[in-house]
């Protein structure tokens, strides 16, 4: 049961260009949606996250941009730099959720080279 | 900065065995969890704490699995019986400074204990 698809499980991009993460979800009562990235051997980590009445949410070099009527999300890396390799999690959550689970995707794995 | 601890790193017990894994969350946040990933596949969330109680759980948190908070600072899962599928890397997260509502779906994660059920 994948409420959260990200169908890309990797992704390569080089130094200073964008990286672009995609994420899709079926479950319509999701209205609060999150980036998590993830080094190995390590828990994964907040990055950003965007409410369903927001379609664009910017944080230095990482914007996330919602598209509620496709039900799509996006995570933007600009400039991309090789620290930024790791894993990449969308996850999603209804407001009306009292225990505030988060439905993770399976992750995307980006990698930026010099 | 304030971080999310877990002990032990790596846990090997043998099936039927009953396992305790430990988790320190931020002191000052509310909600605490657990989440688990099967190698090769997605994190899934198991269960949210507050206020000494369950708040949620999910399908895969059966009888076999319990949480408490034994003192005021310890957060624990325990599984009863361990079997072969029970092998995973399980995350502890807490989220929810006190009085910030949006806040509480940024959780953070602690290092994860992998546990390894033969």
């Known amino acids: 049961d994948q409420q959260v698809k990200q169908n890309s499980p990797s992704l390569s991009v080089q130094e200073g260009r964008i990286s672009i993460l995609n994420c899709d979800y079926t479950?319509?009562?999701?209205?609060?949606f999150l980036w998590y990235k993830k080094y190995p051997a390590e828990g994964p980590t907040f990055l950003i996250s965007?409410?369903?009445?927001?379609d664009k949410n910017e944080d230095g070099r990482f914007t996330v941009f919602l598209n509620k009527s496709a039900k799509h999300l996006s995570l933007h890396i600009v400039p991309s730099q090789p620290g930024d390799s790791a894993v990449y999690f969308c996850?999603?959550?209804?407001?009306?959720?009292?225990?505030?689970?988060?439905?993770f995707g399976k992750g995307t794995s980006l990698l930026v080279t010099p | 900065e304030p971080e999310v601890t877990q002990t032990p790193s790596h846990q090997v017990t043998q099936m039927g065995q009953e396992v305790i894994l430990r988790c320190v969350p931020i002191s000052n946040h509310l909600y605490f969890y657990w989440y688990r990933q099967i190698l090769g596949q997605k994190v899934e969330f198991l269960v949210s704490f507050y206020n000494n109680e369950i708040s949620e759980k999910s399908e895969i948190f059966d009888d076999q699995f319990s949480v408490e908070r034994p003192d005021g600072s310890n957060f624990t899962l325990k599984i009863r019986s361990t079997k072969l599928e029970d092998s995973a890397m399980y995350f502890c997260a807490s989220s929810c400074p006190a009085h910030i509502s949006l806040s509480c779906y940024e959780q953070f994660f602690g290092p994860g204990t992998r546990l390894t059920v033969l």
């Open positions: 965007i409410s369903s009445i927001k």
């Open positions: 479950n319509s009562m999701f209205d609060y």
């Open positions: 996850a999603a959550s209804p407001l009306s959720n009292s225990g505030y689970a988060l439905n």
